[in-house]
């Protein structure tokens, strides 16, 4: 059975940084295409950041291009999304993501919100 769980959110002022887990199961992670994506009030679901199986590379929303670096750890089945200079607009939840044997799986998401 496929799981996501989510952690790493919170509070934080402009500029800080925060770094999001998503915890898998039942894939193999570096065999999957894993994304973030990010929900806030009132918008659609919108696409993050992706790191691709096995060594395919990764590729960001132009909106966090250069401020979130999106990574895995195999041995601990976990990808992790750093997020620096994190602004106003990056406040939404964040969801980890992946489509597996045709069906799409979704964490629970973390909730992530930049305020002074």
């Known amino acids: 059975q496929v799981r996501l769980v989510e952690s790493g959110g919170g509070l934080v002022q402009p500029g800080d940084s925060l770094r999001l887990s998503c915890r898998t199961a039942?894939?193999?992670?570096?065999?999957?295409?894993m994304n973030w994506f990010r929900q806030a009030p009132g918008k659609e679901r919108e696409f993050v950041a992706v790191?691709?199986?096995?060594?395919?590379?990764?590729e960001y929303a132009d909106s966090v291009k250069g401020r979130f670096t999106i990574s895995r750890d195999y041995a601990r089945s976990t990808i992790f999304l750093q997020m620096n200079n994190l602004k106003p607009e990056d406040t939404a939840k964040y969801f980890c993501?992946?489509?597996?044997?045709?069906?799409?799986?979704w964490g629970q998401g973390t909730q992530v919100t930049v305020s002074s």
């Open positions: 790191i691709k199986s096995e060594g395919g590379g990764t």
């Open positions: 039942g894939i193999v992670v570096n065999r999957m295409n």
């Open positions: 993501n992946v489509i597996f044997r045709g069906n799409a799986y």
